[in-house]
C-alpha cells in the first residue's frame, strides 16, 4: 500500500460525457503528479501540483483540467470524453521540496476509465 | 528535458542476473536517474536512485558511468516475480527539482523457469 487514494477504481462512461477522478496523496507529501497510460502503453505526464499550485505541466488535452485543494487532495477533469481518453490515470505523490524529499514518486492503484 | 532510450523488452530465466541499461545522453548536472517498476494494472513502484558511481540496495543496484550518459539497472538473481515493465527516469533534483517526471517508454522484462 504506497498511501495514495484514488477513487473511482472503475469507471465506465459515455462519448461526450465529463467525468472527475480524484487523489488523496500520502499524508505529509505535498506534491501530486497526474499520469495517464493508454493499453500497452507507456506512462504519459498529464500535470504536477506542489501545495495548490501547478508547476509542471506534459501533454495534458485541453479538455483535461486539474486542480489541487487546499487539503492537498486532487481532482482530474476529463470532459467531452472520446473512445481514445479510455485508459488507466495515475496519481502519485512525493513529499515535495526540502526536507525528506528523496523524489521519490509513490502512486496510487490507478483510475480506470472506459469510454464506450 | 533529457530524453531516455531503452531496449524495449528483455528475455531472462530464474536465477540469472539481469542488466537493463539506459541512454541519457542530455542529462544536466542537477539531474538525478531513477528506477521503476511496474506489473499489469498497478503503478510503478520506486526500486532505486542514483546521482553517480554505484548505489545498491537490497533488490538492485544502479551503475552511472563518469559521464552519466548512461546507467544500468542490475538485478540480481531473478525470479519469475521480476517480470514487470522497468522505466528509467532523469528528473532534477534539489529544492525545486523533480517536477515534470517523464517516464520513458519502458523496458519489459520476461523471466522465465
Known amino acids: 500500500d504506497s498511501g495514495v487514494t484514488q477513487t473511482p477504481k472503475h469507471l465506465i462512461t459515455a462519448t461526450g460525457q465529463r467525468v472527475t477522478l480524484r487523489c488523496s496523496p500520502r499524508s505529509g507529501d505535498l506534491s501530486v503528479y497526474w499520469y495517464q497510460q493508454s493499453l500497452d502503453q507507456g506512462l504519459q505526464f498529464l500535470i504536477q501540483y506542489y501545495n495548490g499550485e501547478e508547476r509542471a505541466k506534459g501533454n495534458i488535452l485541453e479538455r483535461f483540467s486539474a486542480q489541487q485543494f487546499p487539503d492537498l487532495h486532487s481532482e482530474l477533469n476529463l470532459s467531452s470524453l472520446e473512445l481514445g481518453d479510455s485508459a488507466l490515470y495515475f496519481c502519485a505523490s512525493r513529499r515535495g521540496m526540502g526536507t525528506g524529499d528523496t523524489g521519490e514518486l509513490f502512486f496510487g492503484e490507478g483510475s480506470r476509465l472506459t469510454v464506450l | 528535458l533529457a530524453k531516455t532510450t531503452q531496449p524495449i523488452s528483455m528475455d531472462s530465466y530464474e536465477g540469472q542476473e539481469v542488466n537493463i541499461t539506459c541512454s541519457h545522453n542530455n542529462i544536466a548536472t542537477n539531474d538525478y536517474i531513477t528506477w521503476y517498476q511496474q506489473f499489469p494494472s498497478q503503478g510503478p513502484r520506486f526500486i532505486i536512485q542514483?546521482?553517480?558511481t554505484k548505489v545498491t540496495n537490497e533488490v538492485a543496484s544502479l551503475f552511472i558511468p563518469a559521464d552519466r550518459k548512461s546507467s544500468t539497472l542490475s538485478l540480481p538473481r531473478v525470479s519469475l516475480s521480476d517480470t514487470a515493465v522497468y522505466y528509467c527516469?532523469?528528473?532534477?533534483?534539489?529544492?525545486?527539482?523533480?517536477?515534470?517526471?517523464?517516464f520513458g517508454t519502458g523496458t519489459r522484462l520476461l523471466v522465465s523457469p
Open positions: 527516469l532523469v528528473g532534477e533534483g534539489g529544492n525545486t527539482g523533480f517536477q515534470k517526471l517523464v
Open positions: 542514483g546521482y553517480k
